[in-house]
């Protein structure tokens, strides 16, 4: 239920409920009567990103990780900013996905229908695959 009492009629609040519900998840985040603001994205149709090729000598070793970079985004949808927010506990992986994503294109962060340069965190996931042996079918 709402807890804050609004003028609007009861179908109006059923409705409008979810909407009243998000917003006060904004407006935590963000100061009272400023707009959402969309993050930049990577992953959009078209852009074509590659994903960071896992170092040979890395799956030699069996080395997976989690790297996360602090990712800063022009309004041009370039990389302006980009640096190791925490690493992988592997340096191959860590470089890799630093050089893979300096050279990423994309979708500017928006407030209001407005580009807007943005820094964000992007994790990116190193796992290797565990093949099945041909005797396990």
């Known amino acids: 239920s709402i807890s804050q009492q609004s003028?609007?009629?009861d179908s109006?609040?059923?409705l409008n409920s979810d909407v009243e519900k998000d917003e006060k998840k904004q407006s935590e985040a963000y100061q009272a009567g400023a707009a959402p603001v969309?993050?930049?994205?990577?992953?959009?149709?078209?852009?074509?990103n590659p994903k960071p090729p896992y170092p040979l000598i890395s799956r030699r070793l069996n080395e997976e990780g989690k790297v996360v970079l602090n990712v800063c985004v022009s309004l041009s949808?370039?990389?302006e900013n980009l640096k190791l927010e925490k690493t992988s506990g592997h340096q191959r992986?860590?470089?890799?996905?630093?050089?893979?994503?300096?050279?990423?294109?994309?979708?500017?962060?928006?407030?209001?229908?407005?580009?807007?340069?943005?820094?964000?965190?992007?994790?990116v996931q190193f796992i290797l695959r565990k093949e099945r042996s041909k005797l396990n079918g």
């Open 12 to 14: 109006e609040k059923s």
């Open 77 to 79: 949808g370039l990389v």
């Open 38 to 48: 969309t993050m930049p994205n990577p992953f959009a149709t078209g852009l074509n």
């Open 7 to 9: 003028p609007d009629s």
């Open 93 to 123: 992986l860590d470089d890799i996905a630093i050089e893979t994503v300096k050279k990423w294109k994309f979708i500017p962060a928006k407030n209001q229908d407005r580009d807007i340069n943005a820094c964000y965190l992007l994790p």
